[in-house]
């Protein structure tokens, strides 16, 4: 199998607060990771891609010094949201390719944050 | 770069009718293609994937798409609907031969009534 769990699967937290978000591959090795965010009814758009050992590449429009990524493993990663305000409340989601086989992204659950 | 269109936010459907959700994408390298579902507040599952080969794949649950490159196409379809299948559906490129950074589309809701 190929397993993402995410922790927590639902955090509320007041403004100005800093919030991690744990993204684990528990039956394989991640080479690479990514970050997406989902707005409420609308699609999925890429943060950034992590790569065990080294810097995130962050998409353009993505403030890397809010959103924290640190890979230092083959199966975690961690996204934490610093000084979160109301308007980063939304849905993460990771995914995870194989360091092993094809490399297809498998999906964790999600992470509603909720920023009061 | 790759972007991805689905036409349609929203298709409703009655239980046992035909399903059909569309994708155009645009590549300019050979695309590799992707249609995933969502449950509501849980991540997205893999329902099929185009890569190399055959153009008609089939996915889980009885769907299948058929990619057709005259037409930058990658329409998901389904003989039969069950209540089940009341779900986001969204469709995916990536670019340069691989899996990474995949480019989604802006999702269809897909309704089922009985």
């Known amino acids: 199998g190929a397993v993402v769990s995410q922790h927590p699967s639902r955090v509320i937290c007041k403004s100005g607060t800093s919030v991690k978000i744990e993204c684990r591959s528990l039956d394989f090795q991640a080479t690479t990771m990514f970050w997406y965010r989902q707005f409420p009814k609308k699609s999925l758009m890429l943060m950034a891609t992590s790569n065990e050992g080294s810097k995130a590449t962050y998409e353009q429009g993505v403030e890397k010094d809010k959103f924290l990524i640190n890979h230092a493993s083959l199966t975690l990663s961690t996204l934490t949201v610093t000084s979160a305000h109301p308007e980063d409340s939304s849905f993460y989601i990771c995914s995870a390719i194989k360091q092993s086989g094809p490399n297809e992204q498998f999906f964790g659950p999600g992470t509603r944050l909720t920023v009061l | ?114």
Not at chain 2, 22 to 36: A, D, I
Not at chain 2, 80 to 107: P, Q, R, T, W
């Open chain 2, 1 to 114: 770069a790759q972007s991805v269109t689905q036409l349609g936010s929203h298709v409703s459907v009655s239980e046992g009718a035909l399903v059909l959700l569309r994708c155009n994408y645009s590549s300019s390298v050979p695309p590799y293609l992707f249609w995933y579902v969502q449950y509501p507040n849980q991540g997205l599952q893999l329902l099929l994937k185009y890569t190399t080969g055959a153009t008609l794949v089939k996915g889980i649950n009885g769907f299948e798409a058929e990619f057709k490159k005259s037409e930058t196409s990658f329409h998901l379809t389904k003989p039969s609907a069950h209540m089940s299948d009341a779900a986001e559906y969204f469709c995916a490129v990536s670019g340069g031969g691989g899996y990474n950074k995949l480019i989604f589309g802006a999702g269809t809701r897909l309704a089922v009534h009985p």
